[in-house]
Structure formats: C-alpha cells, structure tokens
C-alpha cells in the first residue's frame, strides 16, 4: 500500500515504557501499529534485510523512513502474578536433568539443594522426603502444579507415574503463593513440571546396568493446531543389590492441551498409572529380611484458565487412587502371622481461583475442598462389615477412615511503580472434618536493591494434619494416636539473590518455630514407638548457592550449601523423625566438556546427619556418620542420540540414611536415547 503523507507537526516517542503513566497504559485501549518508523525498527532490519531492500521512494518523506509492516498489537504488560518474593527457593532445569547422573525422579531430587532424601529402596522403588529439617510427612508433592500427596503416608507421596524423560523442571515452592496450588507446605512444596512440548516428535530410550538392572523408555507428541498429546511409558526392573532388593516398576503418563486464550481458554488434562513390586528387605522391621510390597497408582486431573480482560479464572479438578499391600514375609510366614497390610486410598478435590487485576495491584480469591478417604486392615475405624480388597480376591478391608478439608484464601499482589518492590499478602482460613475453623496468614516481599541484587524476605503461619498413620497404625513396634491435633509452625525467611553474567547465588536464613509438632517417639529401653503431638521444635539454618556457568570448555560449576540446627523441647523422649535431620549438607555439581560431543557430568555429595538409631545387632543407640558420595556420567550428545555411561556411588561408599539399612554401593549403567522429528 502507498503511504500518502500530510504536512503536520511530527509527534515522536522516544521511551516505550511499562509505567503507568505511560502513553500506551494511559490509553486504556487495544493499539494496533500498521507503520513503523525506520528510527525505531532497528532491531528489526537486523534480522530481515529485505525489508530494507523493498524501499522505494513513494514510501520515503523528507521528515522520516517509513516501512509498512504487519499490524502489531501493543498493549499493556500484564500485572504481576501473585508467585512474589521467594516463593521458588531452588529449582533445576531440563539441561541440567539431561546431564544428571540419574534415571529417575527419585534419585534426581538429590539435586535439588535443600532436599533431603532416605531411600530405602534404589532406583525410585522408595524414599522419604524432606526439606529443610523437616519430616517426609511435611512436604507437599505437587505434579503440574496438582497437590497429589499421599495422606495414608508420606512414604508414598513420590509413587508418581512420571518417566525421568517427561521431567522439565523442579522447582521447591515456599511462602503464600503455593496455596494457588492447594497446598499448604509446612515447609516446602516440590513441584514437578513435565514437558509442555511444542513439537511432534518421538523419543525412545534403553539402558542396563549391574544387579540385572534394565530401563526402557517410549514417548511421543503430536502437534495438531492448537491441540498437543504427549504420551510416554516406561518399564524399569533389577535383581536387587542385596537378597530381596529386586523390584519391576511400569508406569505410563498421559498429557493433553488445548489453547485457545483468546476464546474458550487453556485446557490441561494429565493422568497416568503406575504399579511397584519390591522386596522391601527390613524396611520397617529389622527382625524380619524378607519384607515385600506392591503398590498401584491412578490419578488424573483436568484444568483450565481464561483470562476475561481484567479478570482471570484458574480452576481444576483432580483424583487419586492408590493401592498398597504389604507382607511382613515375602514366602512361607509363621503361623503366629495373621497375613499382609491391604490399604486403599481415594482422594479427590477441586480448586478454584479468581484473580482480578487493577490500579493497586492483583486480588485473588480461592476455594480448595480435598476428600480423604481410606479402607483397610489396619488403619482405621471398625467398619462392622468386610469389604473385598481389590486385585487380591482373598483379602478383605474391615476398616476406614475419612475426612473432608476446605481451605478459603484472600490474597493480594503488589508492585512499586519502579518496580523495586514487590509484596503479596495473603489470609487463609481452614476447616477440617474434626477440627475447628482456622486462620493463617503470610506474607512475601522482595526489594531490587539494584539490577543485579534483590533481597527476599517471608513470614508465614502454617500447618499439616497427621496421616492416617499417624493417627491409626498399629504393630508390634509402633502405636498410632487417633487424638493427634495439626501441627503448626511460625516461619520466617531472609535471602539475598544475586544475577551478574554468567554468575548467579543466593544466601538465605531461615527459621521455623513449630508447636503441637507430630512425631513418633519413644523412651530410652522403650522398643515401641508410638505418635505423639510434642510440644514444640525450632529450626534455624542457612543455605547457600553459587552457580557459574561461562559456556566454555567447564560449562557448569555449581555449590550448595545448607546447615540446620534443630532443638526440641521435650527431650526426654528419643524421636524417630523430627530431630532425625540432615544437619549439614554440601553439594557440588560440575558439567565439562571433554572432545567435540563427548562431555562429563560429576555430582559430588558430603551429608552429615543429626541424630540417632538403635543398632540391630548391638542393641546401642549410634550416631550417623557423616558420608560423601559422586556420581559420574559421560555422555555423547547429538541433535538426535545421546549415547552414554554413569556410575552411581563412584566410590563405593559404604553408608546409612534409615537406621540399620545400608544403602547400595557403586552401580554402573550404560544407555542410549534416541529423538525423531
């Protein structure tokens, strides 16, 4: 099209901005651009010459260049989200899970700074997870941003139906803005993020190692116009390291999406299942070697988001089964034994939020209702009637549990005009089946001191209900207490953040006051543990991280650091988790080239941990002794294969994370990827 110029006064803008006062937001409208002065497409004429080429002098006038190019849209920045301050206190990316010496999610989180991890059994067959001194029943699991934590026990909260390939983030959430999430981490919530794929393709993956150990992978993304699928599977088994260690695991995970923000909305449907079975060698008792569970897992969840000019609407609705048998003997039992554990749980829940965006900021307002149900043997309220265990034709439920939790919250984001300050408040009130309504509050800020140091700060009130454990398991070592209340906890956070080039750290301090704290205690001569709601613990630590990544020869270096001191009060009593802690934890991770493609990935680990176990064959009470581990992987990488090797425990380090369950020594695998499309 010709451009016909008129004789009038030049009006030039020479700052864009986001301000408030500035042209674009003070409008209060939609402007669309079709012409664009040549003094202000520079940045454009670098990348696309031939827009400079296609000049001619009827588009050119005295006064400017002009260049006609497709409309653009320009339109305010959208105001802050409420995911302020120090909500995401670590977090590791893809490239970094790529390069990882590990092959599934449990093992990854040993990456994480700040987490800590007992396994007792290898290669994601079972770990208990913690953050921060806390206990495993005190971290929030969240998949997608979808509170899927197990509330028979925490032990189970990582059965998760998530191939390591599907893992795009981890992210460790704090503060107020992880109840947009449903969740209500007493000290953290791990949130894992699969890939959101923006392509057809199709992957595969194989791998084998030492003690029979072989891992396959499938997955596949379809891209059709506004609609995604993605679907994966994976099958992983080994012979076990140590009599009764072997396990097989298959698992599959669904994803589909449908954008369309500008009509409907987004769309986020998930699902998946999984199924374990393990020899669980003295995972719960010493007395007894030949320990055995099966576990299953459906869940699945839908949500969606719209964004209506200043208002926003995020709802889903989630569900997830869960299947447990355990078997104090593997093969032939003592007549004396009465037969295995059977539990199954149902939990289902929806959550709602409204977001409405203006001049002082964003208000959001949301309702969270969660049902937790049980059936079992042995946890739980005398039904008066059996009830078939699903899968096991000969086994029958003749207890239950259930309970109904709703959580209600107000929360309110703002940001300075220069943008140096950010704060998000937030009220909550909560209600459960057995308790009284409830109130928490808290509070994230962050300051940008200048543009490459911010400060942090976090000030929360929190709680957790206790498990159906908790309150109701029964055996010949521990005793449950059904009149346990929540424990709640007063927190408070300081962190520095620091962004320079390829430099980036954070130093933090924190400290929690916890009272009505839940634990499972015992006397000193006692042999029975039994839960209890202690009076209170206080934790104070520090963390530390530096990361350098200068894209040479070393692509990667990276230290973390934390330190915890925990002090209980009623000290009198012997405690099987609360003062059981990762007292001081250091991690160094350091990704390198070494020829052309070929390249190596070294994790280094040095755990000291507080507190005590009773040995099994000395009847004395020892202290854990400080361990370091490395892992190694070397891997050849190209735009479609990866081929390549890691050693787990390099070292072959002999150590203790659960008591008297020794953990693997040195594991070697070997394994390729492959990528179509």
């Known amino acids: ?54 000049m001619t002098s009827d588009s050119l006038s005295k006064d400017s260049a002009a260049i006609e190019i497709e409309g653009v849209v320009v339109t305010a920045p959208n105001l802050i989200p409420l995911n302020l301050g120090v909500e995401v206190v670590a977090t590791i990316q893809k490239k970094d899970i790529e390069q990882a010496g590990v092959q599934n999610l449990q093992d990854l989180l040993r990456y994480v700074q700040g987490i800590d991890l007992r396994s007792r059994g290898s290669e994601n067959v079972q770990a208990d997870l913690s953050i921060r001194g806390g206990t495993f029943d005190q971290t929030v699991i969240l998949l997608n941003g979808v509170n899927f934590s197990d509330p028979q026990t925490g032990h189970n909260s990582l059965n998760l139906p998530v191939n390591f390939s599907d893992i795009e983030r981890i992210e460790i959430l704090q503060g107020i803005s992880s109840w947009q999430y449903g969740a209500s981490p007493f000290t953290a919530a791990i949130n894992i993020v699969t890939n959101a794929q923006a392509k057809t393709q199709f992957k595969a993956g194989l ?49 589909i999406s449908y954008t369309d923000p500008k009509r409907v909305g987004n769309f986020f449907l998930q699902g998946g299942y999984q199924q374990k079975d393990f020899g669980a060698n003295s995972f719960y008792s010493l007395k007894y070697r030949e320990q055995y569970e099966s576990t299953k897992v459906f869940l699945g969840s839908l949500a969606y988001s719209k964004q209506i000019q200043k208002f926003k609407i995020n709802a889903e609705l989630y569900y997830r089964q869960h299947h447990d048998r355990f078997a104090l003997f593997r093969h032939e039992a003592p007549a004396w034994y009465t037969g295995a554990n059977y539990h199954k749980t149902d939990v289902g829940g929806g959550l709602v939020t409204l977001s409405y965006q203006w001049l002082a900021g964003e208000t959001r307002l949301g309702v969270d209702l969660r049902y937790e149900h049980i059936f079992s043997n042995n946890l739980g309220i005398d039904m008066g009637k059996t009830l078939h265990v699903p899968f096991y034709p000969n086994a029958y439920f003749t207890k239950e549990a259930e309970r109904f939790h709703s959580n209600f919250f107000l929360q309110h984001a703002w940001i300075s005009k220069n943008k140096a300050w950010k704060v998000n408040a937030g009220i909550k009130a909560a209600k459960e089946t057995s308790t009284k309504l409830r109130w928490y509050a808290g509070l994230n800020a962050s300051y940008q001191v200048l543009s490459e140091l911010q400060i942090d700060a976090l000030v929360q009130h929190t709680y957790r209900l206790p498990t159906f454990t908790d309150l109701y398991y029964s055996s010949a070592t521990q005793q449950g207490n059904k009149n346990l209340k929540p424990e709640e906890a007063l927190v408070a956070e300081l962190a520095t953040v620091v962004n320079k080039n390829a430099w980036s750290g954070r130093l933090g301090v924190f400290y929690r006051y916890g009272f009505q704290i839940i634990d499972w205690v015992r006397l000193s001569g006692e042999e029975k543990w039994h839960s209890e709601n202690l009076s209170k613990v206080q934790m104070l630590g520090t963390d530390l991280n530096i990361t350098y990544r200068p894209n040479l020869f070393i692509k990667m270096v990276s230290l973390d650091y934390t330190y915890i001191n925990v002090n209980q009060a009623s000290s009198d009593y012997l405690s099987l988790y609360a003062t059981d802690y990762l007292r001081s934890q250091l991690k160094l991770t350091v990704q390198h080239k070494i020829w052309n493609s070929l390249a190596a990935s070294w994790q280094f680990n040095v755990n000291d941990r507080a507190g005590t176990y009773l040995d099994f064959v000395t009847k004395k009470e020892m202290s854990y002794k400080p361990y370091f581990l490395c892992d190694l992987k070397i891997s050849w990488r190209r735009p479609h294969y990866e081929i390549y090797a890691m050693a787990n425990n390099l070292f072959n380090v002999r150590y203790f994370d659960l008591g008297n369950i020794e953990q693997v020594g040195i594991w070697f695998k070997l394994g390729a990827k492959f990528s179509l499309f």
């Open 207 to 255: 791998s084998g190692g030492m003690y029979g150990y072989i891992q396959g992978e499938l997955s596949g993304n379809y891209k059709y116009k506004k609609w995604n699928f993605g679907l994966s599977a994976a099958y992983t088994k080994s012979d076990g390291y140590a009599s009764n260690t072997d396990f097989s695991i298959p698992q599959g995970f669904l994803q």
């Open 1 to 54: 099209m010709k451009q016909t110029h008129k004789s009038s006064k030049t009006i030039c803008f020479r700052q864009w901005t986001g301000a408030s006062y500035a042209v674009f937001n003070s409008l209060n409208k939609v402007v669309k651009i079709g012409v664009m002065g040549l003094s202000c497409s520079l940045l454009t004429l670098k990348t696309q010459p031939i827009l400079a080429q296609s």
